[in-house]
């Protein structure tokens, strides 16, 4: 079985279930500490087919959970893993300042914006949730940049499809089920497999430390990978594994957009320093017989194997003449 998900807290599971950093990704989607139980009024929807159940964190207890909590995600954590934390804004001050207690480091501050908002009469509708990307110090990170997108698609604006996947403002819609028995709040596949693809790889441990809905363990099985996580309420585990019964491993790998086109030979390689220093001399042989910083860096990228962004923070590396790289960026 590819999953063990257990009904439990999640700070007492992770103390007996989990050993000290083993997980490889953790995404998770704490109670906001809101009222969760009374969302219904907020987003003015019928609660007739949402499971009963949902367990709420009390305000004034709120700090000091989302310490606890955290603390676990801290070490389970492989040296080099990932935690991606959906919260709102009424107490992601409160998880901030949990993970600053940490040695988790802040990747980004991803801004996820969905449809149908908080419905409002006298402020701004609020349409976006926040979601915090941290690693654990000690290793090295997965991150697969070109996993959706080759570094040559583009637009029909001639703009690079890679590049603005990977912006930090994420419009994704939120996922209806009418007529299905569903979780107060559940993430969509897509918020998912996005995160799942880019921090992590076939046969790695992804953990929830809320599985609420069970998407993220949905997910993780259906992307080959190994999922453990914790659900509190009694009603909703018992939904949720009967869901997962029906969940075979691998069967979303089949829906996933293939990048079109080649990657980079050595994407992710370090740069040696004979590698530097040949770059320098080829950057001014080049642009000297050619006379176009884009031409340049375009037979860079093919003679190294590495992308525009690898080729051009090399060269302000190894500090080429300004007048060679000052506006590369309009070439990138």
Same mark, same amino acid.
């Given at each position: ?29 704490? &109670?906001? @500490? ?11 929807? $019928? *609660? =007739?087919?949402?499971? +009963? /159940? ?82 654990? &110090?000690? @290793? ?11 570094? $040559? *698609? =583009?637009?029909?604006? +001639? /703009? ?173």
């Amino acid at each position: 079985m590819n999953y063990s998900l257990y009904n439990k807290d999640c700070i007492s599971g992770c103390k007996k279930h989990i050993e000290d950093n083993s997980v490889d990704l953790i995404i998770t989607d704490p &109670p906001y @500490g809101i009222n969760g139980d009374t969302l219904h009024k907020h987003y003015n929807r $019928d *609660e =007739k087919n949402v499971l +009963d /159940g949902y367990v709420e964190i009390p305000l004034e207890e709120y700090e000091e959970f989302s310490k606890r909590w955290i603390k676990q995600a801290e070490r389970i954590l492989r040296p080099g893993g990932s935690i991606y934390i959906v919260s709102g804004y009424t107490n992601l001050h409160h998880i901030l300042d949990a993970l600053k207690e940490t040695s988790l480091k802040e990747v980004n501050h991803i801004i996820w914006k969905y449809n149908f908002g908080v419905h409002t009469k006298n402020k701004f509708v609020s349409s976006h949730y926040h979601i915090l990307y941290w690693v654990k &110090p000690g @290793g090295k990170p997965i991150f697969n940049t070109y996993v959706r997108f080759s570094p $040559d *698609e =583009k637009d029909n604006k +001639d /703009g690079s499809l890679n590049y603005q996947d990977r912006e930090d403002v994420w419009v994704i819609n939120r996922e209806y089920k009418p007529g299905k028995i569903k979780n107060k709040n559940e993430l969509p596949k897509k918020l998912l497999i996005k995160m799942i693809q880019y921090s992590s790889n076939e046969s790695d441990l992804v953990c929830d430390m809320f599985l609420g809905g069970f998407s993220t363990a949905h997910v993780a099985v259906g992307l080959n990978r190994r999922c453990v996580g914790f659900e509190i309420s009694e009603s909703i585990y018992e939904h949720g594994i009967k869901q997962m019964k029906q969940v075979k491993p691998g069967e979303l790998t089949s829906t996933l957009r293939k990048p079109n086109g080649s990657i980079p030979l050595n994407q992710g390689k370090s740069w040696s320093t004979e590698e530097l220093l040949h770059l320098q001399d080829r950057y001014k042989n080049i642009y000297q017989r050619v006379g176009s910083k884009g031409e340049t860096i375009k037979i860079l990228c093919e003679e190294f194997g590495r992308g525009r962004f690898s080729i051009t923070n090399a060269l302000n590396k190894i500090n080429i003449d300004e007048t060679h790289i000052s506006n590369l960026d309009e070439y990138i």
